[in-house]
T-cell receptor, first 113, second 117 residues
């Protein structure tokens, strides 16, 4: 079974802090994704990566950056956390290919105070 | 314009009955794929079913089937013989193109399904 592991289930940070969310997958997937989920808004794509060191902006990249130095790890960085970044963050990975589904981690509930 | 539209309000279905969850999509790419995910209250995202734009037949996976109407750009999920465990949020998603920078999935806002005993 594919395992996508997010480093924290719950995280509380202060406004202005630099925040790192880590995600590791163990199935040699080419693609990795970061989404945020908010009530009534569904899942919105922040960034994704289709190869090591490659990154593509999603629909809401402002205020975020990412890093993919190794194939199995994809990090989401909030350079200066703000209260409007309080959300559930979901990491996912998939094989390359049109019919490859995303496999999700359990999510990180981030609260910025 | 939204890529994926799920406009139904919360849906209710009686146990053992069938239910259809609506999804319409918008793309000009002839190559695309459509996915449905289930998210129970525990929060995990569970992949249910996939339909490719060139697939000739509607996809089926156990009690799940996809009513794919390409001309109408709709990809409705049909759940047969509903069970209490089907109560969850359901998301429709689309991938346009096939690889590299086209690998992303765009999700709809989801539909809440409640199964009544």
């Amino acid at each position: 079974d594919v395992k996508v592991t997010q480093s924290s289930r719950y995280l509380v940070k202060r406004t202005g802090e630099k925040v790192f969310l880590e995600c590791v997958q163990d199935m040699d997937h080419e693609n990795m994704f970061w989404y945020r989920q908010d009530p009534g808004l569904g899942l919105r794509l922040i960034y994704f990566s289709y190869d090591v060191k490659m990154k593509e902006k999603g629909d809401i990249p402002e205020g975020y950056s990412v890093s993919r130095e190794k194939k199995e790890r994809f990090s989401l960085i909030l350079e200066s956390a703000s209260t409007n970044q309080t959300s559930m963050y979901l990491c996912a990975s998939s094989l390359a290919g049109p019919n490859s589904p995303l496999h999700f981690g359990n999510g990180t509930r981030l609260t910025v105070t | 314009a939204q890529k994926i539209t799920q406009t139904q309000p919360g849906m209710f279905v009686q146990e053992k009955e069938a239910v259809t969850l609506d999804c319409t999509y918008d793309t000009s790419d002839p190559s695309y794929g459509l996915f449905w995910y289930k998210q129970p209250s525990s929060g995990e995202m569970i992949f249910l079913i996939y339909q490719g734009s060139y697939d000739q037949q509607n996809a089926t996976e156990g009690r799940y089937s996809l009513n794919f109407q390409k001309a109408r750009k709709s990809a409705n999920l049909v759940i047969s013989a509903s069970q209490l465990g089907d109560s969850a949020m359901y998301f429709c998603a689309m991938r346009e193109g096939y690889s590299g920078a086209n690998s992303k999935l765009t999700f709809g806002k989801g539909i809440t399904l409640s199964v009544r005993p």
